[in-house]
T-cell receptor, first 114, second 111 residues
Framework: ETGVTQTPRHLVMGMTNKKSLKCEQHLGHNAMYWYKQSAKKPLELMFVYSLEERVENNSVPSRFSPECPNSSHLFLHLHTLQPEDSALYLC?????????????FGPGTRLTVT | QKEVEQNSGPLSVPEGAIASLNCTYSDRGSQSFFWYRQYSGKSPELIMSIYSNGDKEDGRFTAQLNKASQYVSLLIRDSQPSDSATYLCAGRDNAGNMLTFGGGTRLMVKP
């Protein structure tokens, strides 16, 4: 777990708040990902970044805004969220995208929207 | 739409038995497959990856891939209570950026 870190680990926010989730990877990887995991649902890919460029946006609402300033850091900016956005948000990284590259997950941020 | 299907379980096995977890996928273009273990309240942890037809063994774990039948399985030998977790299967085609995850199978190993 220390290869990919996420902060904060827990977050409670109101629907009018703005907050950001942070992810940092120490593995020298070139690709980073945001996933959402809700109860009773499979992991949902949100965004993929490869060498700081967004290569996948999986039909995510605009109230989620990713930012990747360099290959080691990834942010997810949140604003005007809905209660149904409450979930575990997971960051992952891999050496590259596609093919046989393995993805490694961070510990996640448990988000509650009130 | 690419899908990965898993029986949600729970799959209950006695300690010391072999646990067999199965996964089917719809996309024939899927080439790489991954098994993750997720303890309650924790993030997924990579256990094994498999890319070629046949078996791949790593300690007590054996992954099996059959591309013709479009299924992947994970065998856990000598199951321990500490193996109790949800096991996620994921697949990706070689050209794609996305991993498609199944819903996971919850495994319970009883002492």
């Amino acid at each position: 777990e220390t290869g990919v870190t996420q902060t904060p680990r827990h977050l409670v926010m109101g629907m009018t708040n703005k907050k950001s989730l942070k992810c940092e990877q120490h593995l020298g990887h070139n690709a980073m990902y945001w996933y959402k995991q809700s109860a009773k649902k499979p992991l949902e890919l949100m965004f993929v970044y490869s060498l700081e460029e967004r290569v996948e946006n999986n039909s995510v609402p605009s109230r989620f805004s990713p930012e990747c300033p360099n290959s080691s850091h990834l942010f997810l900016h949140l604003h005007t969220l809905q209660p149904e956005d409450s979930a575990l948000y997971l960051c992952a990284s891999s050496p590259g995208t596609g093919g046989t590259y393995e993805q490694y997950f961070g510990p996640g941020t448990r988000l509650t929207v009130t | 739409q690419k899908e990965v299907e898993q029986n949600s379980g729970p799959l209950s096995v006695p300690e010391g038995a072999i646990a067999s977890l199965n996964c089917t996928y719809s996309d024939r273009g899927s080439q790489s497959f991954f098994w993750y273990r997720q303890y309650s309240g924790k993030s997924p942890e990579l256990i094994m990856s498999i890319y070629s037809n046949g078996d791949k063994e790593d300690g007590r774990f054996t992954a099996q891939l059959n591309k013709a039948s479009q299924y992947v399985s994970l065998l856990i030998r000598d199951s321990q209570p500490s193996d109790s977790a949800t096991y996620l299967c994921a697949g990706r085609d070689n050209a794609g950026n996305m991993l498609t995850f199944g819903g996971g199978t919850r495994l319970m190993v009883k002492p």
